[in-house]
């Protein structure tokens, strides 16, 4: 946090708070700022001179409205959207000067409105600071355990869950699955059993079908205890 990291095109870092205290700030990236140079240049300059003035206006629209309500979070968005502002109104200036071959102080007076280029009343240039920043970092609501279960057995799968995944992938999932469908009952002696007390055992065995994704169907997932899961092995082996 000292040195601050880029993560989803912000910047986030160790500053201090009005208070004096030590908080995250949450800012612009370099590289966001400097990807939306180019998308603005894309946009207005570099375009075919025959391209209308309108028609660039409507491109580039969408692309300031968009990085600004992505961006409104950050705590420097008023500081950079006027600096995207700045570059905006040159960019569509030098743009209207090359198109029309008239000079800088000409254009400013023909379409200079309210400190934004306007081509008529229906057109002007989309400003980033006509977004509102919203800084709400509110923290998440805390988890809730769901009811309709027993207390501990979402725990309990989630401790076990490296145990059973290292064994067989996809094994964690179909526990679940037959423990919700068989309402946390054992399938052999209707005794009630947890993720710890518990086993997804196959009905038929796994060799006994052409891969491992068939004999993982949850129709050939039943629950059963440890001691209806030994006996059943015990059969097995037998026969």
């Known amino acids: 946090m000292r040195d601050g990291y880029d993560f989803l095109g912000f910047h986030i870092s160790l500053g201090v708070s ?4 030590l908080v995250p700030k949450i800012k612009v990236g370099r590289k966001a700022f400097t990807n939306i140079q180019l998308r603005l240049g894309e946009a207005i300059r570099y375009r075919p001179l025959q391209e209308s003035l309108i028609v660039r206006l409507a491109r580039v629209a969408p692309v300031i409205r968009g990085w ?3 961006f409104k979070h950050a705590h420097d968005f008023l500081k950079v959207g006027h600096r995207l502002d700045h570059l905006a109104f040159w960019l569509a200036v030098k743009t209207i000067c090359r198109k029309d071959d008239i000079s800088t102080a000409k254009c400013l007076r023909k379409y200079m409105r309210q400190n934004t280029i306007q081509v008529n009343d229906g057109c002007g240039l989309v400003r980033f600071c006509d977004t509102s920043p919203v800084f709400d970092y509110r923290a998440p609501e805390p988890y809730q355990p769901r009811v309709d279960q027993p207390n501990d057995a979402e725990s309990e799968l989630e401790a076990d ?3 059973y995944e290292g064994q067989r992938p996809g094994r964690m999932d179909l526990k679940w699955k037959a423990l919700v ?12 059993v947890t993720a710890k007390t518990s086993h997804a055992d196959h009905i038929q065995p796994v060799n006994r079908f052409a891969s491992l994704e068939m004999a993982n169907d949850l129709d050939n997932i039943q629950t059963l205890c440890l001691r209806c899961h030994r006996l059943k092995t015990e059969r097995e082996r037998r026969a």
């Open 18 to 21: 009005k208070s004096g205290e």
């Open 68 to 70: 600004s309500n992505y």
């Open 161 to 163: 869950y490296r145990f």
């Open 181 to 192: 469908r068989d309402g946390f009952y054992c399938r052999g002696c209707a005794v009630v």
